[in-house]
Antibody
Framework: QVQLVQSGAEVKKPGASVKVSCKAS????????MHWVRQAPGQGLEWMGW????????NYAQKFQGRVTMTRDTSISTAYMELSRLRSDDTAVYYC??????????????WGQGTLVTVSS | QSVLTQPPSVSGAPGQRVTISCTGS?????????VHWYQQLPGTAPKLLIY???NRPSGVPDRFSGSKSGTSASLAITGLQAEDEADYYC??????????FGGGTKLTVL
């Protein structure tokens, strides 16, 4: 069965960077885009971007361009999301989600358990 | 401000039918892009409920249904149950080359 297992909670100071991992199993890692979605406390879902694990190509939401970097290591079926220059409003649960192509868009049937990133001085 | 607009909350009594709307624009839903729906219980990751406007993944009860018309989409839940109390999100694609979510709707079962 498809599983996405994320790294543990992080506490960071403003201005620092955080790198969250998402280890995939139960399917061919390079066959599906991996998306990252975040959710601030008490708020809704916010799409951050995707990485194509096969080519390494990425597409970031405009809001995060210049601050987010998505990478992957195909040898261990793991995707990474690094967010730099952290601010207090980056405090959120970060999810990885496997994309399933549907015409032009993708939907997310498989999600990681989420990683809480807290930004505080 | 979310690109897709949902009502902040809806409510209904057990057994009733409720609908949740998701309104977009000519750059997303109105451009013909399909809509997907998710249910999120407190403290858990979202769960896919509907994909491609009206398709249910295996295991999702047929009490849940979706539709789309023009620049809007709707999620309907019939035979409301206490376990349906959750947050619901719509998702689509925008011509700005990004996936977009609605702001979410909290469903309360009275």
């Amino acid at each position: 069965q498809v599983q996405l297992v994320q790294s543990g909670a992080e506490v960071k100071k403003p201005g620092a960077s955080v790198k969250v991992s998402c280890k995939a199993s139960g399917y061919t890692f390079t066959g599906y885009y991996m998306h990252w979605v975040r959710q601030a406390p008490g708020q809704g879902l916010e799409w951050m971007g995707w990485i194509n694990p096969n080519s390494g190509g990425t597409n970031y939401a405009q809001k995060f361009q210049g601050r987010v970097t998505m990478t992957r290591d195909t040898s261990i079926s793991t995707a990474y999301m690094e967010l730099s220059r952290l601010r207090s409003d980056d405090t959120a649960v970060y999810y990885c989600a496997r994309g399933q192509q549907w015409l032009v868009t993708e939907y997310f049937q498989h999600w990681g358990q989420g990683t809480l990133v807290t930004v505080s001085s | 401000q979310s690109v897709l607009t949902q009502p902040p909350s809806v409510s209904g009594a057990p057994g009733q039918r409720v609908t949740i709307s998701c309104t977009g624009s000519s750059s997303n839903i109105g451009a013909g892009y399909d809509v997907h729906w998710y249910q999120q219980l407190p403290g858990t990751a979202p769960k896919l409920l509907i994909y491609g406007n009206s398709n249910r993944p295996s295991g999702v009860p047929d009490r849940f249904s979706g539709s789309k018309s023009g620049t809007s989409a709707s999620l309907a839940i019939t035979g409301l149950q206490a376990e349906d109390e959750a947050d619901y999100y719509c998702q689509s694609y925008d011509s700005s080359l990004s996936e977009v979510f609605g702001g979410g709707t909290k469903l309360t079962v009275l």
